[in-house]
């Protein structure tokens, strides 16, 4: 397996050695709500200093029932939820407990970094397929062909990091259409950024077929603007979180006792109902202001993040561009070719607009002249 450091960690590193703004790695640069921080203040003198339960904090657990039932309008118990280190861990986990040596696992470029590991140390066999340019879309005539009864797991990401593309009832029907004719197919359906969506957010929580099949996973990094707490949490099916759970339990039995509390005590539905309109005004205060700037915006459903096309300023690859524009501009994005095996470079630098205005206001200016 190849050793790397990921381009997140690079470029964050980059960033800092240039005194650069990072619009690069996915993170908040602002507080996270003062009152949660206060719980959080609180709570570290009472008695939440020991393991949570293994599968996770109760109250915390009937939050995300609620949620559950509130977006989705699916009813679950605490048996179909399992709280996790982050999402990473949720995805570690879910490849570790579902896959084993030789099965096949469909997975789509651009993708976000921490799929491919868990299947290699498996002994699983990532199959990856190259979403559309400039669309971001699967070609679901390619994964056809790509379907096999060797065939173990699909990994989708929606909305997308790190195009922003989103589903569309089509989508889901190809998912469902699949599952029907593969009966041992599991979907990992990674939708960390479900509340971050400019759009009706169209989850494999909406539809029959998925709910039973899937493996659905969430971030409260994404949720709350708290990527560092690294609280995340799957839902899915008594019988497969079961399977999962296992696995859990020797990979890091409970997760994070004080945390778990203090998001139990502040979460609310509206809190997060608000998030995607939070977000909306951002991505309005950065896009309006490199409208004329000569990147091309290309269109995105969803995430914090935004990419642009270079193509009409250089010919550079998308590296060396990213680079340069740490180095001589004072600015931090990632290059996309960084999200593919293959490392296809369309010119496209990936702008994380989950930052302070004043970030963004100073970032566009920079673009602007550039
Ligand atoms: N999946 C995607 C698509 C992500 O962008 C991220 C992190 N930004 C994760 C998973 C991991 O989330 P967490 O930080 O909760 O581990
Ligand atoms: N998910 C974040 C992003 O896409 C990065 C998190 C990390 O550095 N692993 O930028």
């Given at each position: 397996m190849e050793q790397k450091e990921t381009i997140f960690t690079t470029i964050s590193r980059l960033a800092q050695e240039y005194n650069a703004i990072n619009l690069g790695q996915g993170f908040p640069n602002f507080d996270p709500d003062p009152r949660m921080v206060n719980i959080l203040k609180e709570l570290a003198d009472q008695k939440v200093h020991q393991y949570a339960p293994m599968k996770g904090n109760p109250k915390l657990i009937s939050r995300i029932l609620q949620l559950t039932d509130h977006f989705y309008q699916r009813k679950l118990t605490p048996e179909n939820v399992l709280i996790t280190a982050g999402a990473t861990q949720a995805i570690f986990t879910a490849i570790t407990a579902l896959v084993n040596n030789g099965d096949e696992v469909i997975m789509f470029d651009p993708?976000?970094?921490?799929?491919?590991t868990p299947i290699l140390l498996q002994g699983g066999v990532p199959v990856r397929i190259n979403l559309t340019f400039p669309q971001y879309r699967i070609d679901w005539e390619m994964v056809e062909a790509k379907l096999s009864t060797k065939t173990k797991m699909i990994i989708v990401n929606n909305p997308h990091n790190p195009s922003g593309a989103t589903f569309t009832e089509s989508d889901l029907d190809q998912l469902e259409n699949i599952l029907e004719r593969y009966p041992k197919l599991i979907v990992l359906s990674d939708e960390v950024y479900e509340y971050i969506s400019f759009q009706p957010h169209l989850s494999c929580h909406n539809r029959e077929i998925l709910r039973k099949r899937s493996v659905i996973v969430s971030s409260f990094g994404k949720t709350l603007h708290i990527t560092g707490w690294k609280i995340g949490y799957m839902i899915a099916e008594k019988q497969l979180l079961d399977q999962i759970t296992q696995v859990h339990q020797y990979n890091v039995f409970s997760v994070n006792s004080l945390c778990q509390e203090a998001i139990s005590k502040f979460i609310e539905i509206d809190e997060v109902e608000a998030l995607s309109s939070f977000f909306k005004d951002k991505k309005q205060l950065f896009l309006s202001r490199i409208q004329n700037s000569k990147f091309k915006i290309l269109p995105s459903g969803g995430t914090y993040f935004q990419l642009l096309d270079y193509s009409n300023i250089s010919d550079e690859s998308d590296g060396e561009f990213a680079l340069k524009l740490i180095k001589e501009y004072g600015l931090a994005s990632i290059p996309v070719s960084g999200f593919y095996k293959d490392k296809s470079d369309h010119k496209v630098l990936r702008f994380c607009f989950g930052k302070d205005d004043e970030s963004l206001i100073k970032a566009s200016e920079i673009l602007c002249q550039i």
């Open positions: 993708a976000y970094d921490c799929y491919e």
